[in-house]
């Protein structure tokens, strides 16, 4: 069982932690999933050896580098600490700390169940009203309707086209480009002010 101590944000269903130095299998099983890579690598999973000696120290420094405000972090379900997947709300490296990416990767057994929604809205709520964020941003591949509609939901709108990387043109649908997708502070306080 987590303890307060160890919760970085806590929603209705879903408790997010920073990860651990012994957290690699769960990163490594995530990412072995095709279906979960599909818009990533095409369904190609990551390898364990890159996850271990690349990703999961890059994820543990950057609590460091943040000071624990930003990150990648391990969520679960609050029922029964079921690991979900992981949400990313982070500055890019050499970024201005009040522009943020928001992001998610989820096991498939999480897909459906409005996990993605809940969380995301949670991080933008987090990033506005505790973490002075003026900008958050995702972004996501023409193709990947099922991000886009989580980024809609959240309040996020398309700011720009985006043109596939060169190392994710293998990717199916990398023809089609991306999407940026943002919400600034100004318009989700508007948005917050329309609901009250």
């Not at 999480?110 to 969380?119: I, L, M, R, S």
């Not at 949670?122 to 505790?130: D, M, P, Y």
């Not at 886009?148 to 939901?153: L, N, P, S």
Request: overall charge negative; proline content about 5%; charged content about 30%.
């Amino acid at each position: 069982m987590l303890t307060p101590v160890d919760t970085y944000l806590r929603t209705g269903r879903a408790t997010l932690r920073p990860f651990r130095a012994d957290d690699a299998d769960l990163l490594v099983e995530l990412d072995s999933d095709p279906a979960v890579m599909r818009f990533l690598s095409g369904g190609e999973p990551t390898a364990p050896e890159l996850i271990r000696e690349r990703d999961l120290p890059s994820i543990l420094a950057g609590y460091d580098r943040w000071a624990g405000a930003f990150g990648l972090f391990a969520a679960y379900a609050t029922e029964d600490d079921a690991f979900l997947g992981w949400f990313c709300l982070r500055p890019e490296r050499d970024g201005p700390l009040d522009e943020v990416e928001l992001g998610y990767r989820l096991r498939q057994a999480a897909w459906g169940q409005g996990y993605a929604t809940e969380v995301s809205a949670a991080l933008v709520e987090k990033a506005f009203t505790e973490l002075d964020v003026r900008v958050v941003w995702g972004a996501t591949m023409a193709l990947n309707t099922a991000s886009q509609h989580v980024m809609e939901k959240v309040g996020m709108t398309v700011a720009e086209a985006l043109e596939t990387p060169d190392d994710m043109l293998a990717v199916e649908g990398a023809d089609l480009g991306g999407y940026r997708y943002e919400i600034t502070r100004d318009r989700w306080e508007q948005t917050r002010a329309l609901r009250a």
